[in-house]
């Protein structure tokens, strides 16, 4: 079975670093482009972040450029995301997703309901001081 687990989430002061994990499982990880994806409580889904299949293709939104990178280790089944400069604006729950195969990789210009079809149970990021 598909399986996409979280971790790596807490509080933190503005200024401050996380490191988001997702273990992948039930799958051939490393044939999916993978996603970040948060969800602001009393708001819609944000796309964040995708991962290409190899991991040398990388996408951000314009809110986390430069502070944010994700990664992957596909010999691991593992997809990261480096948190840095964490700011309140950032806090929300934070979901792995995996994208369909039969799809761009996405970039954030597309419906987050088509481009993915499994997420996490999601963690949660809280930046305040």
């Known amino acids: 079975e598909v399986q996409l687990v979280e971790s790596g989430g807490g509080m933190v002061q503005p200024g401050e670093s996380l490191r988001l994990s997702c273990a992948a499982s039930?799958?051939?990880?490393?044939?999916?482009?993978m996603s970040w994806v948060r969800q602001v409580p009393g708001k819609g889904p944000e796309w964040v972040s995708t991962?290409?299949?190899?991991?040398?293709?990388?996408y951000y939104a314009d809110s986390v450029k430069g502070r944010f990178t994700i990664s992957r280790d596909n010999a691991k089944n593992m997809l990261y995301l480096q948190m840095n400069n964490l700011k309140p604006e950032d806090t929300a729950l934070y979901y792995c997703?995996?994208?369909?195969?039969?799809?761009?990789?996405?970039?954030?210009?597309?419906?987050?309901?088509?481009?993915?079809?499994?997420w996490g149970q999601g963690t949660q990021v809280t930046v305040s001081s």
């Open positions: 039930g799958f051939p990880f490393s044939k999916y482009d």
């Open positions: 991962a290409n299949t190899g991991g040398d293709s990388r």
């Open positions: 997703a995996r994208a369909r195969l039969d799809i761009s990789t996405p970039t954030g210009r597309g419906s987050l309901d088509d481009e993915y079809d499994y």
